[in-house]
């Protein structure tokens, strides 16, 4: 059978539709999610304290329950602590409508940790680990949490985790926990440094 010439260019147009729809689709995550892969939260830089960027009416709003769906909700806190709005992390995350998922408990214990309550963060890591023993990007701060305390065998075991987990030694969170380990709690130079380690005057 034939195909018209007319019908065989409607085909060609669909096929390259079907592979250029491919070739930008984003890629699928290894890691058990977080880390905001496919999220839309909006930017914390636009709006002050207690505020999101809405997208519906192009202005800034208050923050309140409902306002966003728990994944990106969860994804704004986090980008909130990484600007280092802790507190501001902490308030949103409590909007969740189900606070107890592995990515909402990672995120809620990476805030409280930087506030330095490592102990407490530490709670909301095993927490989400016990929800999703494959999160790869929890069991990193879990781990930089034991660096900070001191405890590197339970800094390695989470790395050990982690290369399981990734199938080797090249993702992202292994290899950040695992220059944390090897800079150790009070290495001059680290991000983990003690303000001892600042040089004299």
């Not at 969740?96 to 102990?119: E, I, S």
Request: proline residues 4%.
């Amino acid at each position: 059978m034939k195909l018209k010439a007319k019908d065989a260019g409607l085909a060609g147009r669909l096929a390259l539709a079907i592979v250029l729809g491919l070739a930008w689709a984003p890629a699928a995550r290894a890691d058990g999610g977080g880390g905001g892969g496919g999220s839309s939260a909006p930017d914390p830089t636009k709006c002050g304290s207690g505020e999101y960027f809405s997208d519906r009416s192009g202005k800034c709003e208050k923050l309140r329950a409902g306002a966003l769906d728990d994944k990106d909700l969860a994804q704004y806190a986090f980008l909130l602590a990484k600007a280092g709005r802790y507190g501001e992390a902490i308030a949103a995350l409590d909007l969740l409508r189900n606070p107890d998922t592995a990515v909402a408990l990672n995120y809620r214990g990476y805030a409280t940790r930087q506030m330095g309550k490592v102990d407490e963060g530490i709670g909301y890591y095993l927490r989400s680990v016990r929800l999703d023993p494959r999160y790869a990007q929890v069991r990193e701060y879990l781990g930089e949490a034991y660096v900070i305390k001191g405890d590197l065998p339970s800094a390695r075991h989470q790395l050990a985790k982690i290369r399981a987990i990734c199938g080797n030694t090249g993702c992202d969170e292994y290899e950040h926990l695992a220059a944390a380990i090897a800079d150790g709690p009070n290495a001059c130079g680290s991000r983990y440094a003690a303000r001892r380690c600042a040089a004299p005057e």
